[in-house]
Protein backbone atom coordinates (compact mmCIF):
# COMPACT_ATOMS: atom_id res chain seq x y z
CA UNK A 1 0.00 0.00 0.00
CA UNK A 2 1.08 3.48 -0.66
CA UNK A 3 0.00 6.40 1.96
CA UNK A 4 0.45 9.92 2.13
CA UNK A 5 0.55 12.31 4.65
CA UNK A 6 0.10 15.53 4.40
CA UNK A 7 0.40 18.68 6.78
CA UNK A 8 -0.05 22.52 6.31
CA UNK A 9 3.48 23.32 4.50
CA UNK A 10 0.87 22.00 1.24
CA UNK A 11 -1.84 24.90 1.63
CA UNK A 12 1.35 27.41 2.23
CA UNK A 13 2.72 26.03 -0.98
CA UNK A 14 0.03 27.25 -2.90
CA UNK A 15 -1.05 30.13 -0.63
CA UNK A 16 1.14 31.88 1.59
CA UNK A 17 -1.82 33.26 3.51
CA UNK A 18 -1.83 30.03 5.28
CA UNK A 19 1.63 30.15 6.99
CA UNK A 20 1.29 30.92 10.82
CA UNK A 21 2.20 34.60 10.85
CA UNK A 22 -0.33 35.82 7.97
CA UNK A 23 -2.60 33.95 9.78
CA UNK A 24 -1.70 35.83 13.37
CA UNK A 25 -1.61 38.89 11.67
CA UNK A 26 -5.16 38.09 10.69
CA UNK A 27 -6.53 37.04 14.02
CA UNK A 28 -5.28 39.60 15.99
CA UNK A 29 -6.38 42.05 13.34
CA UNK A 30 -9.95 41.07 14.61
CA UNK A 31 -9.39 39.84 17.74
CA UNK A 32 -9.35 41.37 21.26
CA UNK A 33 -6.19 43.48 22.92
CA UNK A 34 -5.93 39.91 25.52
CA UNK A 35 -5.43 37.62 22.14
CA UNK A 36 -2.59 40.16 20.87
CA UNK A 37 -0.58 40.81 24.36
CA UNK A 38 -0.50 36.50 24.77
CA UNK A 39 1.43 36.27 20.65
CA UNK A 40 3.46 38.92 21.71
CA UNK A 41 3.93 38.12 25.18
CA UNK A 42 4.92 34.06 24.41
CA UNK A 43 6.68 35.54 20.91
CA UNK A 44 4.93 33.14 18.65
CA UNK A 45 2.92 32.56 15.79
CA UNK A 46 1.80 29.28 16.49
CA UNK A 47 -1.82 29.22 17.36
CA UNK A 48 -1.45 25.42 18.83
CA UNK A 49 1.52 26.55 20.80
CA UNK A 50 -0.68 29.18 22.02
CA UNK A 51 -3.82 27.32 22.84
CA UNK A 52 -1.75 25.02 24.71
CA UNK A 53 -0.22 27.40 27.03
CA UNK A 54 -3.51 29.24 27.51
CA UNK A 55 -4.93 25.67 28.85
CA UNK A 56 -1.59 25.20 30.98
CA UNK A 57 -2.10 28.55 32.30
CA UNK A 58 -5.23 27.82 33.37
CA UNK A 59 -4.57 24.20 34.80
CA UNK A 60 -2.30 25.54 37.23
CA UNK A 61 -4.29 28.55 38.32
CA UNK A 62 -7.08 26.04 39.14
CA UNK A 63 -4.82 23.51 40.97
CA UNK A 64 -2.79 26.07 42.64
CA UNK A 65 -5.70 27.59 44.10
CA UNK A 66 -7.76 24.19 45.04
CA UNK A 67 -10.20 24.90 42.02
CA UNK A 68 -11.50 27.94 44.48
CA UNK A 69 -9.98 30.44 41.23
CA UNK A 70 -11.38 29.02 37.61
CA UNK A 71 -10.13 30.80 34.76
CA UNK A 72 -12.44 31.69 31.89
CA UNK A 73 -12.41 29.49 29.10
CA UNK A 74 -13.48 32.75 27.03
CA UNK A 75 -10.14 33.24 25.24
CA UNK A 76 -9.37 30.02 24.21
CA UNK A 77 -12.83 29.79 22.41
CA UNK A 78 -11.93 33.27 20.73
CA UNK A 79 -8.84 32.19 19.58
CA UNK A 80 -10.06 28.99 18.14
CA UNK A 81 -13.45 30.66 16.55
CA UNK A 82 -10.97 33.88 15.05
CA UNK A 83 -8.63 31.42 13.60
CA UNK A 84 -11.59 29.00 12.18
CA UNK A 85 -13.10 32.94 10.40
CA UNK A 86 -8.87 33.90 9.62
CA UNK A 87 -8.86 30.12 7.47
CA UNK A 88 -12.16 30.46 5.92
CA UNK A 89 -11.42 34.15 4.78
CA UNK A 90 -7.97 33.18 3.29
CA UNK A 91 -10.15 30.07 1.39
CA UNK A 92 -10.28 30.15 -2.24
CA UNK A 93 -13.84 31.16 -3.69
CA UNK A 94 -13.56 28.35 -6.35
CA UNK A 95 -11.15 25.87 -7.41
CA UNK A 96 -9.28 28.37 -9.83
CA UNK A 97 -8.27 30.42 -7.16
CA UNK A 98 -5.14 31.28 -5.85
CA UNK A 99 -3.73 29.78 -9.24
CA UNK A 100 -4.73 26.16 -8.15
CA UNK A 101 -5.62 23.74 -10.80
CA UNK A 102 -7.35 20.98 -8.97
CA UNK A 103 -6.82 18.32 -11.57
CA UNK A 104 -3.41 18.62 -10.95
CA UNK A 105 -3.97 17.75 -7.32
CA UNK A 106 -5.79 15.03 -7.66
CA UNK A 107 -3.39 13.17 -9.89
CA UNK A 108 -0.52 13.79 -7.81
CA UNK A 109 -3.01 12.42 -5.03
CA UNK A 110 -3.98 9.08 -7.03
CA UNK A 111 -0.78 7.64 -6.80
CA UNK A 112 -1.25 7.07 -3.48
CA UNK A 113 -4.05 4.13 -1.93
CA UNK A 114 -4.23 6.74 1.08
CA UNK A 115 -3.90 10.47 1.73
CA UNK A 116 -3.93 11.29 5.11
CA UNK A 117 -4.26 15.16 6.39
CA UNK A 118 -4.17 17.37 9.52
CA UNK A 119 -5.13 20.55 7.40
CA UNK A 120 -8.29 22.31 7.74
CA UNK A 121 -8.80 24.31 4.20
CA UNK A 122 -10.76 23.31 1.43
CA UNK A 123 -8.45 22.54 -1.29
CA UNK A 124 -9.02 18.84 -0.90
CA UNK A 125 -12.05 18.99 -1.45
CA UNK A 126 -12.14 19.73 -4.81
CA UNK A 127 -9.30 17.37 -5.48
CA UNK A 128 -11.39 14.40 -4.92
CA UNK A 129 -12.65 14.79 -8.30
CA UNK A 130 -10.58 13.81 -11.48
CA UNK A 131 -11.93 14.92 -15.16
CA UNK A 132 -14.91 12.16 -14.95
CA UNK A 133 -15.51 11.74 -11.59
CA UNK A 134 -15.24 11.52 -8.31
CA UNK A 135 -12.37 9.05 -8.06
CA UNK A 136 -10.78 10.10 -4.48
CA UNK A 137 -13.78 9.01 -1.91
CA UNK A 138 -14.48 10.47 2.24
CA UNK A 139 -16.73 8.00 3.17
CA UNK A 140 -19.53 10.85 3.20
CA UNK A 141 -21.78 8.27 1.40
CA UNK A 142 -25.03 8.90 1.95
CA UNK A 143 -26.81 12.57 1.84
CA UNK A 144 -22.75 13.69 2.85
CA UNK A 145 -23.36 12.05 6.04
CA UNK A 146 -20.16 9.64 7.46
CA UNK A 147 -21.71 6.11 8.92
CA UNK A 148 -18.82 3.77 10.45
CA UNK A 149 -21.23 0.93 9.52
CA UNK A 150 -20.42 1.30 5.28
CA UNK A 151 -16.82 2.56 5.26
CA UNK A 152 -16.25 -0.20 2.33
CA UNK A 153 -13.55 1.28 0.11
CA UNK A 154 -15.18 0.11 -3.07
CA UNK A 155 -12.03 -0.89 -4.59
CA UNK A 156 -11.13 2.95 -4.65
CA UNK A 157 -8.70 5.52 -3.41
CA UNK A 158 -9.58 7.36 -0.03
CA UNK A 159 -8.26 10.95 1.70
CA UNK A 160 -9.00 11.09 5.55
CA UNK A 161 -8.98 13.74 7.51
CA UNK A 162 -7.82 13.09 10.92
CA UNK A 163 -8.72 16.85 12.34
CA UNK A 164 -11.64 17.78 10.65
CA UNK A 165 -11.89 20.05 8.11
CA UNK A 166 -13.99 23.57 7.39
CA UNK A 167 -16.45 22.06 5.33
CA UNK A 168 -17.10 19.34 7.68
CA UNK A 169 -20.03 19.87 10.40
CA UNK A 170 -21.73 17.73 13.19
CA UNK A 171 -25.30 18.43 12.32
CA UNK A 172 -28.36 16.94 14.15
CA UNK A 173 -25.81 14.45 15.95
CA UNK A 174 -24.73 13.59 12.36
CA UNK A 175 -20.85 14.01 11.12
CA UNK A 176 -22.48 15.55 7.80
CA UNK A 177 -20.08 16.88 4.51
CA UNK A 178 -21.77 20.16 3.32
CA UNK A 179 -21.66 21.26 -0.33
CA UNK A 180 -22.25 24.55 -1.69
CA UNK A 181 -25.88 23.47 -2.76
CA UNK A 182 -28.27 26.83 -3.22
CA UNK A 183 -25.19 28.64 -2.66
CA UNK A 184 -23.00 30.28 -5.35
CA UNK A 185 -19.53 28.33 -4.09
CA UNK A 186 -18.39 26.22 -1.69
CA UNK A 187 -17.23 29.19 0.24
CA UNK A 188 -20.35 30.83 0.83
CA UNK A 189 -22.01 27.73 2.23
CA UNK A 190 -19.59 27.59 4.93
CA UNK A 191 -19.81 31.11 5.43
CA UNK A 192 -23.55 30.68 5.47
CA UNK A 193 -23.37 27.75 8.22
CA UNK A 194 -21.01 29.57 10.91
CA UNK A 195 -22.92 32.73 10.68
CA UNK A 196 -26.95 31.84 10.13
CA UNK A 197 -26.68 28.39 11.74
CA UNK A 198 -24.41 29.32 14.52
CA UNK A 199 -22.41 26.43 14.31
CA UNK A 200 -18.36 25.15 13.60
CA UNK A 201 -16.34 23.44 11.68
CA UNK A 202 -15.78 20.17 12.64
CA UNK A 203 -12.10 21.38 13.73
CA UNK A 204 -9.46 20.09 16.46
CA UNK A 205 -6.98 23.03 16.74
CA UNK A 206 -5.89 22.93 20.68
CA UNK A 207 -4.58 21.12 23.30
CA UNK A 208 -1.68 18.67 23.83
CA UNK A 209 -1.57 15.75 22.03
CA UNK A 210 -2.96 13.95 24.22
CA UNK A 211 -5.77 16.15 24.83
CA UNK A 212 -6.52 15.84 20.53
CA UNK A 213 -6.54 12.53 20.65
CA UNK A 214 -8.72 12.44 23.09
CA UNK A 215 -11.16 14.24 21.53
CA UNK A 216 -10.97 12.29 18.63
CA UNK A 217 -11.66 9.16 19.79
CA UNK A 218 -15.00 10.98 20.82
CA UNK A 219 -15.55 11.20 17.46
CA UNK A 220 -17.04 9.03 14.84
CA UNK A 221 -15.57 10.31 12.09
CA UNK A 222 -12.17 11.29 13.45
CA UNK A 223 -11.75 8.34 15.56
CA UNK A 224 -12.08 6.16 12.27
CA UNK A 225 -9.61 8.42 10.60
CA UNK A 226 -7.31 7.80 13.17
CA UNK A 227 -7.73 4.30 13.33
CA UNK A 228 -7.04 4.00 9.74
CA UNK A 229 -3.94 5.84 10.03
CA UNK A 230 -2.33 3.56 12.50
CA UNK A 231 -3.66 0.72 10.62
CA UNK A 232 -1.21 1.78 7.39
CA UNK A 233 0.98 -0.87 5.81
CA UNK A 234 3.54 -0.56 3.12
CA UNK A 235 5.27 2.77 2.16
CA UNK A 236 4.36 6.26 3.52
CA UNK A 237 5.31 9.72 2.48
CA UNK A 238 4.80 13.02 3.98
CA UNK A 239 4.64 16.04 2.69
CA UNK A 240 4.26 19.65 4.54
CA UNK A 241 4.16 18.01 7.99
CA UNK A 242 7.16 19.23 10.86
CA UNK A 243 5.95 15.81 13.11
CA UNK A 244 6.44 18.18 16.20
CA UNK A 245 5.89 16.14 18.95
CA UNK A 246 4.30 19.13 20.84
CA UNK A 247 1.33 19.10 18.92
CA UNK A 248 1.32 16.02 16.85
CA UNK A 249 2.40 13.49 19.00
CA UNK A 250 -1.20 11.69 18.73
CA UNK A 251 0.07 11.47 14.36
CA UNK A 252 3.70 10.47 15.71
CA UNK A 253 2.50 7.71 17.60
CA UNK A 254 0.15 6.35 14.94
CA UNK A 255 2.93 6.09 12.57
CA UNK A 256 5.02 3.96 14.95
CA UNK A 257 2.00 1.80 15.56
CA UNK A 258 1.57 1.34 12.01
CA UNK A 259 2.79 -1.58 10.07
CA UNK A 260 4.46 0.87 7.80
CA UNK A 261 7.95 -0.10 6.79
CA UNK A 262 9.62 2.41 4.50
CA UNK A 263 9.16 6.33 5.11
CA UNK A 264 9.80 9.56 2.26
CA UNK A 265 10.08 12.28 4.46
CA UNK A 266 10.05 15.53 2.15
CA UNK A 267 11.91 18.47 3.70
CA UNK A 268 11.37 22.17 2.41
CA UNK A 269 14.49 23.22 1.16
CA UNK A 270 16.64 19.86 2.41
CA UNK A 271 19.23 21.26 -0.14
CA UNK A 272 20.28 24.26 1.37
CA UNK A 273 20.72 22.52 4.65
CA UNK A 274 24.43 21.50 6.09
CA UNK A 275 25.50 17.84 6.07
CA UNK A 276 25.32 18.00 9.76
CA UNK A 277 21.96 19.55 9.90
CA UNK A 278 20.62 16.47 7.31
CA UNK A 279 22.45 13.87 9.74
CA UNK A 280 20.78 15.52 12.64
CA UNK A 281 17.11 15.59 11.11
CA UNK A 282 17.54 11.94 9.93
CA UNK A 283 18.42 10.72 13.42
CA UNK A 284 15.26 12.76 14.86
CA UNK A 285 12.78 11.30 12.83
CA UNK A 286 14.30 7.88 12.62
CA UNK A 287 14.03 7.79 16.31
CA UNK A 288 10.24 9.64 16.63
CA UNK A 289 8.97 7.45 14.21
CA UNK A 290 10.92 4.20 15.00
CA UNK A 291 11.54 3.29 11.39
CA UNK A 292 14.06 3.87 8.89
CA UNK A 293 13.19 7.66 7.24
CA UNK A 294 14.57 8.42 3.69
CA UNK A 295 15.07 12.27 3.52
CA UNK A 296 14.22 13.97 0.26
CA UNK A 297 14.16 17.74 -1.08
CA UNK A 298 10.08 19.20 -1.13
CA UNK A 299 11.40 20.03 -4.47
CA UNK A 300 11.14 16.20 -5.62
CA UNK A 301 7.88 15.60 -4.79
CA UNK A 302 4.85 15.91 -7.23
CA UNK A 303 3.08 18.35 -5.06
CA UNK A 304 5.90 20.96 -5.84
CA UNK A 305 5.95 20.09 -9.34
CA UNK A 306 3.22 21.55 -10.88
CA UNK A 307 3.21 24.54 -13.57
CA UNK A 308 0.47 26.11 -11.14
CA UNK A 309 3.19 27.24 -9.13
CA UNK A 310 5.71 28.81 -11.46
CA UNK A 311 5.60 32.71 -10.97
CA UNK A 312 4.42 32.54 -7.50
Not at 232 to 238: A, F, K, N, V, Y
Amino acid sequence: MKNLLIGNGLSISISPDFSYSSLREKVTRESSPAVDRLFKKLNTVDFEHLLTKVRDARDVMEAITDGQVIVSQSISDEIRAKLIEAIQSMNPRGPMDHGLDPQQLNKALKKYNNTFTTNYDIYLYWARRGRESFNIIDFFFEDGCFDRTNVDKRGRDAIYFLHGALFIFEIDSKIKKISKGEHATLDEAIQDRISNENGYPLFISEGSPEEKLANIKSNQYLSFCYDELRSMSGELDIYGHSLNPEVDGHIIEAVRESAVERVRFYQFKLNELSKGEKEHLNSTLNSRLGVKVELHDSSEHDLCKWSIFEGF
